[in-house]
């Protein structure tokens, strides 16, 4: 999220408070009124094209990374053509025709969930091509997650201005001008959550994304627990392969001398032990792999329960990953295996001790 709004640590907390410090007073200076509110919008539909076209120009064609700008460009729609298009049709006909030639994004899109395709063009959306260079960026945020995980916004006072005219506007076409306050929510996703956590009979909510952003974040801390584990056991199959490789040499240096003296040079005789190793351990991995599966089976079943549970996935990369890496550590362990062999004195150990 950090990423997002452009700033570190806590410097970059000290900076968006005194930005938003600093615009709060002049934001609270000037109250939106019923007629200001009625200007505003007088204002918004007389200059709809201009403002448009603005944006467009200031945003899009700018020279910043733009998810809008690809896609305009695949539609083959540059900046003279979206002028000449906004002039001759309006805007409503012009976005229209833009949607039409896939100039639009889904919701999933637009938060950056899922890439943006179009025929033979695919954008992997970044914040950065998503966000309003123009935008202040007062007040950091992150949506209300009651249709999935919850996403980073920029939030600026303007912003806030805006849909104060709005809301202004619409309490006013209701007859509510004079009301001291009013609040009406409609009760689905957040607020429904917010509902139901305030009755005093109601002894705990569960919130669905809350409980999957939840595990998230416990998943992606026990990543680091499964790597270690998974670097240790490594670590263990490694020295107990070199340990068994090195003790089986040991056992047999007269049968490796004898091997030099009738012509096998070092690389042949490693050869041997090499060949016996892999199948060795070829041996185990099969009766390992099995055995694997039953253990993680068994802990998954653990696991299931009424409020939640794993389900064991095992791709077939998981698999393939397994038998490389002992692969990998078996050939590892073979290499200090024919170090050691290089290194023998065979005439030495070719010599009968009584």
């Known amino acids: 999220m950090r990423h997002l709004l452009g700033h570190d640590g806590v410097g970059g907390d000290l900076r968006v408070a005194a930005r938003l410090a600093g615009s709060v007073a002049r934001f609270l200076r000037n109250p939106l009124t019923v007629i200001e509110a009625r200007r505003e919008l007088a204002r918004r539909l007389e200059r709809r094209e201009a403002d448009f076209l603005a944006l467009a120009r200031d945003v899009i064609y700018a020279g910043r990374p733009s998810v809008y700008r690809r896609l305009l460009r695949h539609a083959g729609c540059e900046l003279g053509d979206l002028e000449g298009l906004v002039c001759r049709d309006g805007l409503e006909a012009a976005l229209l025709r833009l949607v039409d030639s896939g100039v639009h994004l889904t919701v999933d899109e637009a938060k950056g969930r899922r890439p943006v395709v179009r025929g033979g063009l695919t954008v992997e959306p970044e914040p950065d091509m998503l966000s309003?260079?123009?935008?202040?960026?007062?007040?950091?945020?992150?949506?209300?997650?009651?249709r999935g995980a919850r996403t980073a916004l920029l939030m600026d006072l303007a912003f806030v201005r805006d849909q104060g005219v709005n809301?202004?506007?619409?309490?006013?076409?209701?007859?509510?001008s004079g009301w001291a306050k009013a609040v009406w929510e409609v009760p689905g996703g957040a607020a429904l959550y917010r509902q139901l956590k305030q009755l005093p009979a109601v002894q705990g909510v569960n919130s669905r994304s809350d409980v999957i952003n939840n595990l998230q974040a416990i998943v992606e801390t026990q990543r680091i627990f499964i790597g270690f584990v998974v670097f240790f056991a490594g670590v263990i199959f490694f020295s107990s392969l070199l340990n068994s490789s090195l003790i089986g040499l040991a056992e047999r240096r007269r049968e490796v001398a004898t091997l030099r003296v009738l012509g096998y040079n070092e690389w042949q005789i490693g050869g041997l032990f090499l060949r016996e190793s892999l199948v060795i351990n070829s041996l185990g991995t099969l009766l390992g792999l099995p055995?694997?599966?039953?253990?993680?089976?068994?802990?998954?079943?653990?696991y299931d329960t009424e409020m939640f549970r794993f389900p064991l996935t095992s791709p077939p990369?998981?698999?393939?990953?397994?038998?490389?890496?002992?692969i990998v550590f078996a050939l590892a362990a073979h290499g200090v295996v024919q170090r050691t062999i290089n290194r023998l004195d065979w005439l030495d150990a070719s010599k009968t001790k009584e």
């Open 132 to 146: 309003n260079p123009l935008a202040a960026r007062h007040v950091p945020t992150v949506s209300s997650g009651s």
């Open 167 to 176: 809301v202004c506007l619409a309490v006013d076409a209701a007859g509510g």
């Open 291 to 302: 055995l694997g599966y039953t253990m993680a089976l068994l802990l998954s079943k653990a």
């Open 317 to 326: 990369w998981v698999w393939f990953a397994t038998v490389g890496m002992a």
